[in-house]
């Protein structure tokens, strides 16, 4: 079964510092990878997603995210943090076998903002 | 999130109670999924379906019931609620390859 890790339940930064969130994978195969991200009481908002298209992939609100093959890695990335980018981020990914494999999420990381 | 309907948004049970969270979607998804999130655990996959009269269950299915009639329809069902179960659902829609992938807008459940 794969499995989704990213490392830090809670990351601080000051705004207008660099944003940096972990994700590393588990799979045999290069998946699809995302990130979403969930604002209190909301739901699900899809930031970026790799589909082996490239390896860096832009997605919205200024974040990017680049796949390493060679590191099992998903990192999420943005140059300079904003107030508004305080929430919960999710990596996921979705397996090459489908079915119970279909979609895994790591375990989620709180960013806090500090103005 | 277009194309996912989930209802209802917010439902307060009793402990031994049963309901049903509704989810459509009208996209012909082959994979739809439901999932329960709860702080500092994720997103973790309750049961999955993918297609008509095809569920599976995933990581966490003890205490819930699916079905798949149609295309369209995944209802999740507690049978008798449990406070354990309170969290957020999430139910999921997708083609089989993963690559469009649609959440509906999440039910908050409580169980007390």
């Known amino acids: 079964a794969q499995s989704v890790t990213q490392l830090g339940s809670h990351v601080s930064v000051s705004e207008g510092a660099l944003v940096l969130l972990r994700c590393n994978y588990s799979?045999?195969?290069?998946?699809?990878l995302f990130w979403y991200v969930q604002y209190p009481n909301q739901g699900l908002q899809l930031l970026l997603k790799?589909?082996?298209?490239?390896?860096l992939v832009k997605g919205i609100n200024g974040f990017e995210a680049e796949f390493k093959k060679s590191e099992t890695s998903f990192h999420l990335t943005k140059p300079s943090a904003h107030m508004s980018d305080a929430a919960e981020y999710f990596c996921?990914?979705?397996?090459?076998?489908?079915?119970?494999?279909?979609?895994?999420f790591g375990k989620g990381t709180h960013l806090i903002i500090q103005p | 999130n277009a194309g996912v309907t989930q209802t209802p948004k917010f439902q307060v049970l009793k402990t031994g109670q049963s309901m049903t969270l509704q989810c459509a979607q009208d996209?012909?998804?082959?994979?739809m999924s439901w999932y329960r999130q709860d702080p500092g655990m994720g997103l973790r996959l309750i049961h999955y379906?993918?297609?008509?009269?095809?569920?599976d269950q995933g990581e966490v299915p003890n205490g819930y019931n699916v079905s798949r009639s149609t295309t369209e329809d995944f209802p999740l069902r507690l049978l008798s609620a449990a406070p354990s179960q309170t969290s957020v659902y999430f139910c999921?829609?997708?083609?089989?390859?993963?690559?469009?992938?649609?959440f509906g807008e999440g039910s908050w459940l409580t169980v007390v």
């Open positions: 379906s993918v297609g008509a009269g095809i569920t």
């Open positions: 799979s045999s195969v290069p998946p699809y």
């Open positions: 996921a990914v979705w397996g090459s076998g489908g079915g119970a494999d279909g979609l895994t």
């Open positions: 999921a829609s997708s083609d089989y390859s993963g690559n469009t992938i649609y």
């Open positions: 996209m012909n998804h082959e994979y």
């Open positions: 790799y589909t082996s298209a490239a390896t």
